[in-house]
């Protein structure tokens, strides 16, 4: 699941991916006529809209991508950059950009591209652009008031205007599409020529905003990854014999007292409830977080076995297919719930003085177990947290 | 030889949203240049005048928040890369050569002076505006930043409104 950096590829692989980013980014560019200044400006005289053509279709493109690969569970999106939203800065920003680019004829990207080609002009703007960096720095005190004011932090545009991912990318492909077409007709009328598109040409770019559509159409007709595993999970839940994979309170604590580093014990109960009693060296994942990424290491454990537990044995049953799901590791669930293990254990009463041989034994083992585990706890206090694999919000932006 | 056509425009296009794409599943985050503008820059202040660097605040929340030197940043790897995917591609279509490219009416000299100012009102709009037409806007627009789609509608609507102001710079 992406992003891959850095659960696949390191920090440091990742410059060499920002290499190769790069070489791909500065060929497109270069090979759609950006490193020509006069191709660039031509869209704001109407004569040649190529930036709106290209810079439109690859945003398209790669939204729709974005959108394709979420809806599939390949791309976790609470993860990824979000330009975050600081909404005076970025109008006064973008006003001095655009005056930068009508007068330079450039903006960064290009202008390092056609600088890379030889072009003395696009060598002056990227000198002209590290000498507006300085004077923001220098100035940085006189821009820091605008620079900071209404800070919106990473808000989508979709929120913003109360729809749905899909119907957003949907709204922006068709008005991609107008676009491409009226500014073709304004194209012909500034250069003067009444040029009829080819059939060939008419049935390619067609099939192509077809196929555009279509993906939108499939993401909207199949149900997401998250919605599919849950469907999957609940039908599970009703099928499946999970008798086998029960164990009892007793077979737990001797597994605990005996092996509590080969086992991972997890409470998917709430984190209040949680906090007020829990069992020895078990951790928290409530189950409605348990598809978060930062659990995936500790559920997938080859070595380790994981015993669920809640509640109730709905829940821990539903945990317990969950982590099957993911693979790997042996699963196990609870036989009794929360209370019933500590009514068992930590709150353990002495059978009464007729009582079997039997029933003195099983007391007898559970007094013993709960000293044990409780001494265990003691002893590895601070050597039994888990390790989480942290989830950091990746940087970006330019 | 005669240098090659360019690309069909869409086509360009596309290519370039399955990189941009690529970038975003792989590393989380978009492409972007003029970041890499200002790490170079600041790079070269804290190379030429460290006393002045120390005593500039900005700077040095910079250099602290780049424990690895400002030159050890993704968007300085990625510029590199544009520079050697342009380069080459302009050798494969026969464009790369040493060239200053004008209006008609304008000279040479008055071209650099204006790519120069034209270049400082965008490193410094680009600073403000958190990134510039790859990083904020483009980039933005794929991941439907709510911020980078408002600073791609200012730079573009701010270049028609002054468009009809530089036609002298362009046009005949």
Redesign the interface.
């Known amino acids: 699941m ?4 850095p659960f696949i ?1 390191s920090n440091e692989f ?20 950006f ?5 660039l ?1 031509g ?3 109407g004569y040649d809209f ?1 930036v709106l ?11 729709i ?2 959108v394709l ?1 979420a809806h599939f569970g ?2 976790d ?1 609470s ?9 005076k ?34 060598l ?15 100035g ?1 005190p006189l ?1 820091e008031k ?2 900071l004011a209404d800070a ?1 932090g ?7 205007l109360g729809m749905s ?1 899909l119907v ?1 990318a949907f709204l ?1 492909t068709a008005f991609a599409v107008i676009a ?1 077409y009226v500014t073709r007709i304004i194209e012909n009328r500034v250069n003067g020529v009444q040029a009829k598109m080819p059939k060939e040409k008419i049935i390619i ?1 067609s099939s ?1 905003v077809g196929v555009a559509f279509l993906v939108l159409f499939i993401i909207a007709i199949t149900p997401d990854s998250k919605t599919r595993l849950e469907s999957r999970i609940n039908r599970e839940l009703q099928q499946k014999d999970v008798t086998s994979v029960m164990i009892s309170p007793d077979k737990l604590a001797n597994e605990i007292v005996n092996n509590y580093y080969k086992i991972n014990i997890v409470d998917v109960r709430s984190p209040e409830a949680f906090k007020a009693y829990h069992l020895p060296f078990a951790i928290n994942i409530p189950l409605e977080k348990m598809s978060a990424r930062e659990w995936k290491t500790i559920l997938k454990q080859k070595h380790k076995a994981n015993y669920f537990y809640a509640d109730n044995q709905q829940d821990a049953k539903k945990a317990y297919l969950f982590a099957v799901d993911l693979g790997n590791a042996d699963n196990y669930i609870l036989s009794e719930s929360a209370v019933g293990f500590k009514k068992m254990f930590t709150d353990l009463v002495p059978p009464a003085e007729n009582a079997g041989k039997n029933e003195q034994n099983i007391y007898n083992f559970r007094r013993k177990a709960a000293t044990d585990m409780a001494t265990l706890v003691e002893a590895l206090k601070n050597s039994t947290q888990p390790v989480v694999a942290k989830t950091t919000k ?5 | 030889m005669k240098p090659s056509k360019y690309m069909n425009p869409y086509m360009a296009g596309f290519l370039l949203g399955l990189v941009l794409l690529g970038t975003i599943y792989v590393t989380g985050r978009g492409l972007g240049a003029s970041g890499a503008v200002k790490s170079v820059t600041l790079a070269a202040v804290v190379d030429v005048a460290p006393q002045h660097a120390a005593n500039t605040p900005y700077i040095k929340s910079y250099t602290e928040e780049h424990p690895g030197g400002p030159l050890k940043d993704w968007l300085v790897f990625e510029v590199i890369g544009v520079v050697i995917g342009a380069f080459f591609s302009g050798v494969l279509s026969n464009r790369a050569g040493i060239k200053l490219e004008r209006g008609p009416n304008i000279t040479n000299r008055t071209r650099i002076i204006a790519a120069i100012i034209g270049g400082a009102l965008f490193g410094l709009g680009s600073q403000l505006g958190r990134g510039c037409t790859s990083g904020a806007a483009l980039s933005g627009m794929a991941v439907m930043s709510f911020g980078g789609i408002i600073t791609m509608l200012a730079i573009f609507g701010s270049g028609y409104a002054f468009a009809w102001f530089f036609r002298k710079l362009w046009l005949k």
């Open positions: 992406g992003p891959l950096v590829f990742n410059l060499i991916i920002a290499l190769i980013a790069g070489i791909g980014f500065g060929f497109t560019l270069e090979q759609a006529g490193s020509s200044t006069k191709k400006v869209l704001f005289y190529t053509k290209v810079f439109f279709t690859a945003g398209v493109t790669a939204m991508g974005v690969l390949l791309l999106l993860l990824i950059y979000i330009n975050p939203t600081f909404l800065s970025a109008l006064v920003g973008g006003a001095i950009m655009g005056l930068g680019f009508i007068i330079g004829g450039f903006c960064p990207g290009t202008s390092v591209c056609a600088a890379s080609i030889g072009k003395l002009d696009g002056a703007f990227v000198f002209g652009s590290a000498l507006g960096v300085m004077v923001f720095v220098e940085y821009f605008i620079y919106w990473p808000v989508l545009i979709n929120e913003k991912k957003f922006l491409f770019y192509a990746i940087k970006g932006g330019c």
